[in-house]
């Protein structure tokens, strides 16, 4: 029997949606939703666990799963040896401390001799130490944010991306301590044929990354400014120049990340562009 790479995902909520979306543009379909806790790739051979995220880089670590993606800010919480191949650019969240709005804070100092709950008692652990500050780390599993106002602790410490969560409970964001995004974890020592796998994949997912970030340029140049645009314009190898049939133009086509979009955009039309269209790219194989 040919392996299967299993694949852990987490099984709802920051991760879930953009793991999903993300085989998808990979063309890696599978079923998920409705209470399921594993599916196999009608497509591609794979079979896609989902978990708590919490979970993962253990299952990773242990070879339950070949393959799993997380925030940073779990798979560095959990310390688990797995190896870390490829930043996702999804999920990004931040570690924060909060404190009840209306408390006084005149830095980390502050929280010397306090309480402060969290889900993340290493990296909040790790953070304290190096700022020399001694402080009370109560771990709560979750809800941590509900720990002030019922008098559990003075500070929290946790995940915050729209700020959402803060706000409804009373608090204020005063430090940030670490900052995440969704990663590509992998067991240490994958067989060959897994190892095949998983750079494929891995393949897969940097061209669709790469589209992203990358537009498809298509503009008229005078043939005088061609040199000029061209060479704001590199493109994969070189830009592609033909003629229009009136007479002195140029037709060029190009791809520009998307970086440095504006600020070439700017230049292009200085340069004496016209008729400029920008195109999103949907993969990008380089
Ligand atoms: C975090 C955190 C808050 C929420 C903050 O939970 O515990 O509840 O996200 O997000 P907001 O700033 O957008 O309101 P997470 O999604 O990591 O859930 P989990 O800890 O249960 O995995
Ligand atoms: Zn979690």
């Known amino acids: 029997m040919s392996s299967l790479l299993r694949i852990a995902l987490q099984k709802s909520g920051r991760l879930s949606e953009d793991s999903y ?16 806790l594993k599916s196999i ?9 989902f978990l708590r995220d919490d979970d993962i880089p253990g299952y990773v670590e242990d070879g339950v799963a070949d393959l799993g993606i997380v925030g940073e800010n779990v798979a560095v919480e959990m310390g688990r040896n797995v190896k ?10 931040r570690l924060s401390i909060a404190i009840l709005r209306g408390t006084e804070w005149t830095g980390v100092q502050s929280l010397e001799g306090k309480n402060i709950a969290t889900s993340y008692p290493n990296l909040l652990g790790n953070y304290l130490a190096g700022e020399g500050v001694k402080a009370h780390i109560h771990e ?7 720990a002030p106002s019922i008098g559990l602790a003075e500070a929290v410490c946790d995940i915050v991306s729209s700020g959402s969560t803060l706000l409804s409970n009373g ?20 067989d060959a044929d897994k190892q095949a796998l998983a750079d494929k994949l891995l393949f897969r997912i940097k061209s669709v ?9 298509v503009l008229n140049a005078p043939n005088h400014a061609l040199e000029r645009i061209t060479s704001l314009l590199p493109g994969m190898k070189s830009p592609t120049v033909t003629p229009l049939a009136t007479e002195g133009w140029s037709s060029v086509h190009s791809v520009l990340n998307e970086n440095e979009f504006w600020e070439n955009i700017e230049a292009i039309r200085a340069a004496g562009a016209e008729g400029i269209l920008v195109i999103p790219i949907e993969k990008m194989i380089y």
């Not at 979306?21 to 399921?36: A, P, S």
């Not at 709560?140 to 509900?146: H, K, L, Q, R, Y």
């Not at 964001?173 to 240490?188: M, Q, Y």
Request: with cysteine; proline share 1%; hydrophobic share 35%.
């Open 41 to 49: 790739s009608s497509n591609f051979p794979a079979e896609f666990l």
């Open 171 to 190: 608090l204020k964001e005063v430090e940030t301590i670490f900052r995440s995004e969704a990663i590509l974890i992998t067991h240490t020592e994958l």
């Open 209 to 217: 990354q790469a589209a992203k970030n990358n537009k498809y340029i």
């Open 21 to 36: 979306q993300l085989f998808k543009e990979c063309g890696i379909r599978f079923d998920y939703g409705t209470g399921k």
């Open 140 to 146: 709560i599993s979750g809800s941590v944010e509900i």
């Open 84 to 93: 870390t191949i490829h930043k996702l650019g999804f999920s990004k969240c």
